[in-house]
């Protein structure tokens, strides 16, 4: 078949206009479809072809998804890659100039047959690897020029810069979408503090947080504005440093709790240029964690009535001793109040030293039961464990047993709740008595030595050590192998030495059992 040859040396001015105008408008093309939808006009707008089709790699195939033809093409068809030029194209990164396509061996003749096109350019776009094809066809043969090559080349390598960038576009709006999605299932409102301008941005939950209108404009001094005056001094320091002095903040009026987390950002020279943060209403768990303060601190004063209900007729014993030795002493100062009144009066002054006696009992007594509430202050470790030793004296059951006490000297003050600490002493003491039970030896020794920025309180006791279906649940509640036995025991000092900063755990003995727990020292004790 001889070749209807039309030679087109020259590509019409207008063609270069055209492309222009077409990387003008792909560079701000939003998505693919507006960048196929530019590709598909200008790709016939500068060849003067009769059919433009737009060619997207889909895996192992060929999608036909746009064309603008004389003639029906493929559109929405697939094909696989080895079996179109557009796949060719694709597979060896080449254009395709096919002047007669029946002539040429890579088109598949029969797809052909039915359509107008009799020659053919294909050009792929690619930014590493080609992604997609413009073909454009022609109703005869010809063949084309270098120029004409060009120009369909020059808008396929414009077209790959645009889809790479419309699908950059894409993914950081379907980023920016998830973020939000994230942000809002966190319950989190997100802010960015621009540290060169002090412009702030901040989304619409997290401006709600601070107390301002969602839709309003929003500056530092606004978020600021929002939060309690007295934690302001910490706010400001996040925004300086990105470095969170807090763990919550005060909302203005101190009806909320909010959470505030920040993150330096730093150019490629580490200078700061912005801080960008997160914020979280936390009230509901904040007040949780208050209910479940009280509560701890009311199960710890119950089980202190308990124990108290337990010591009572040792107790009474304890008072009567001096009660009734002030007693005989005042019988007596009656009796010799007339004969000789030096004797008298000495006998008073015994009778009184009696009294002071109980009054400290008593005085005790009141201390050890406390008023529930948490409260921590600097304590010498060595002098908390005498109180409870001499409490648990007290008890008739505990005389047999010996109770010592080992202090390092020199120790640093203790920053705790004296008065739960006491109640873990106090449970160990009874747990270690009680486990010794008919043991020949029956010794408890607490040990009181300094570890760096903690206290460690040892109490070590000369029993069986522990049963070992209850050492693969100690510290789990209801254990027990006692008869009338809770279990909660050692649940609960474990809970109050944690609550306190410390750590409490259980050391096997040889013999018995030794249980160790830390409180830390007073900050001043630790920076000295
Ligand atoms: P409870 O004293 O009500 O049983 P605890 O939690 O204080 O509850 O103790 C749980 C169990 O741990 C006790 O029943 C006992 O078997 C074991 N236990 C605790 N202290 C010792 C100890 N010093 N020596 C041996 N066993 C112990």
């Given at each position: 078949m001889a070749l209807a040859m039309l030679k087109n040396p020259t590509v019409p001015q207008h063609g270069w206009q055209a492309l222009v105008r077409a990387i003008e408008q792909l560079a701000t093309a939003n998505d693919l479809a507006d960048v196929i939808a530019i590709v598909r006009s200008t790709a016939r707008d500068i060849s003067g072809a009769d059919g433009i089709c737009f060619v997207l790699r889909d895996g192992e195939c060929c999608h036909y998804v746009e064309e603008l033809a004389i003639g029906p093409l493929w559109k929405g068809k697939r094909f696989p890659l080895t079996a179109c030029i557009s796949g060719w194209c694709m597979l060896n990164d080449q254009s395709a100039v096919i002047p007669d396509i029946y002539l040429?061996?890579?088109?598949?003749h029969d797809a052909y047959?039915?359509?107008?096109?009799?020659s053919l350019v294909m050009v792929p776009v690619k930014?590493?690897?080609?992604?997609a094809a413009i073909g454009t066809y022609w109703a005869e043969t010809r063949e084309f020029s270098d120029d004409e090559l060009a120009l369909i080349e020059a808008l396929g390598r414009s077209t790959s810069a645009a889809i790479a960038a419309a699908q950059l576009r894409q993914s950081l709006v379907e980023s920016e979408h998830r973020l939000a999605m994230a942000l809002d299932a966190g319950g989190l409102g997100a802010w960015e503090l621009?540290?060169?301008?002090?412009e702030l941005i901040a989304t619409p939950a997290a401006k709600i947080m601070f107390?301002?209108?969602?839709?309003a404009p929003f500056g530092r001094d606004d978020l600021l504005a929002g939060i309690h005056p007295d934690d302001r001094e910490a706010a400001a320091w996040l925004f300086e440093?990105?470095?969170?002095?807090?763990?919550e903040y005060r909302s203005a009026d101190g009806s909320r709790r909010l959470e505030l987390r920040g993150r330096m950002v730093t150019d490629g020279d580490g200078t700061p240029v912005r801080v960008t943060g997160v914020v979280r209403d936390v009230t509901e768990r904040h007040q949780a964690k208050e209910r479940l303060e009280s509560l701890r601190s009311e199960l710890v004063r119950v089980a202190r009535l308990n124990d108290l209900g337990a010591m009572a007729s040792a107790l009474a014993h304890e008072l009567n001793q001096p009660l009734a030795a002030a007693s005989n002493y005042l019988h007596a100062a009656e009796r010799l109040m007339d004969r000789d009144p030096a004797q008298a009066l000495s006998a008073i002054t015994k009778a009184e030293a009696q009294f002071v006696r109980t009054k400290d009992i008593i005085q005790r007594i009141r201390g050890f039961v406390g008023q529930g509430k948490s409260e921590r202050t600097a304590e010498d470790a060595e002098l908390v464990c005498r109180e409870v030793l001499e409490l648990a004296r007290?008890?008739?059951?505990?005389?047999d047993v010996a109770m010592y006490l080992k202090a390092d000297t020199g120790l640093p003050k203790v920053q705790i709740d004296k008065v739960q600490i006491q109640q873990v002493l106090f449970n160990l003491l009874r747990n270690a008595v009680e486990a010794m039970g008919d043991s020949a030896t029956r010794r408890v020794t607490i040990s009181v030595t300094a570890e760096g920025d903690m206290v460690k309180l040892a109490v070590a006791d000369?029993?069986?050590?522990?049963?070992p279906d209850i050492a693969a649940h100690?510290?789990?509640?209801?254990?027990?192998?006692?008869?009338?036995?809770?279990?909660v025991g050692l649940s609960l000092c474990r809970k109050i030495v944690e609550a306190q900063g410390g750590k409490l755990w259980h050391e096997p003995g040889n013999p018995g059992a030794t249980f160790v727990f830390t409180v830390p020292v007073t900050e001043q004790a630790a920076t000295s």
């Open positions: 040429d061996p890579r088109i598949p047959r039915p359509t107008f096109v009799k930014t590493t690897k080609p992604i621009n540290l060169g301008t002090c107390g301002a209108d969602p839709d440093t990105g470095l969170s002095r807090d763990e007290m008890t008739a059951r505990h005389d000369t029993g069986p050590g522990l049963d100690l510290f789990q509640p209801f254990h027990t192998t006692k008869e009338g036995g809770m279990g």
